[in-house]
């Protein structure tokens, strides 16, 4: 297939999973912003916009020093877990993810999940999503054993690729974060970036495409 007008020949497909696939963003926020208030802050998009895409330990470093919040990265991690494991079963599917999903294991293209979500949050997440979850060949999440450091290192999507047994130069890869593009181009991939709506497209500069939806993009079905 084609990734897209003016990109090459692409084997395998490996798509981001939060803000990307489904809608787990909104809950982020949501949790953050309840956290954020029991301290008498206020979390914005000011902050949000500098945090999506991070791992779990990183974001919560930025996120209690952007706030400066009285309490340890450790702990901020701790008070939000039971907060996000209520909210993460009823995640629905971003528009067109899920046909997207299906057209490509159809065509038989090698897709997989990479994920800066540890196992347990993306069973949460993908509670309501089992049927079309199953098509994907391989998911990678930030704690399988075999990463070693979660995005911006390619670590993530370089696992994803070995495991579909294809060349990182031959993988396309969806995301929706700038440091989910950059984790990809340092892996040597092809990225289309689909951002969120409020995010201006300047940051993301170094992908190769950027869609503001899955539902506009359109695989060439004759290869």
Same mark, same amino acid.
């Given at each position: ?5 003016g990109?090459?020949?692409?084997k ?12 787990? %963003?909104?809950i @982020? $926020? %949501?949790? $953050?912003q309840?956290?954020?208030?029991? @301290?008498?802050? $206020? =979390?914005?998009?000011?902050?949000? !916009?500098? *945090?999506?895409g991070?791992g ?5 470093? @930025?996120?209690?020093?952007?706030l ?8 901020f991690?701790?008070?939000?877990e039971p ?5 993460f079963?009823?995640? !629905? ?5 899920? %046909? ?6 159809a065509s038989?293209?090698p897709?997989?999940?990479g994920?800066?979500?540890?196992? !347990?949050?993306?069973a949460q ?7 079309w979850?199953?098509?994907?060949? $391989? *998911? ?9 450091a979660?995005?911006? +290192? ?7 690729a070995?495991?579909?047994?294809v ?6 890869? =969806?995301?929706?974060?700038? =440091?989910?593009?950059?984790?990809a ?5 092809t990225?289309? +970036? ?7 497209d300047?940051? @993301? ?16 079905? %004759?290869s």
């Open positions: 297939m084609n990734a897209a007008r990109l090459g020949p692409i395998a497909v490996i798509f981001d999973m939060d803000g990307l696939l489904l809608d787990t %963003e909104g @982020y $926020t %949501e949790v $953050t309840i956290i954020a208030q029991r @301290y008498g802050r $206020t =979390f914005d998009w000011s902050i949000k !916009q500098n *945090i999506i991070r779990a330990a990183d974001l919560a470093r @930025y996120v209690v020093e952007a400066d919040l009285p309490i340890t990265a450790q702990e991690l701790v008070i939000r907060l996000l494991r209520e909210r079963p009823h995640a !629905q599917a971003m528009p067109g993810a899920r %046909e997207l999903v299906e057209h490509l294991k038989g293209i897709i997989a999940v994920t800066s979500s540890s196992s !347990q949050s993306f997440k993908t509670a309501l999503h089992g049927e979850f199953a098509l994907f060949d $391989t *998911i990678v999440t930030a704690d399988d054993p075999e990463v070693g979660a995005k911006p +290192a390619p670590d993530i999507f370089l696992v994803a070995r495991r579909l047994g060349e990182p130069r031959d993988c396309l890869v =969806f995301e929706d974060s700038p =440091f989910g593009v950059t984790a181009k340092a892996a040597g991939m990225v289309i +970036a689909v951002p969120d709506a409020a995010m201006v300047e940051k @993301y500069v170094h992908a190769d495409g950027i869609l503001r939806s899955l539902k506009a993009f359109q695989p060439d079905r %004759e």
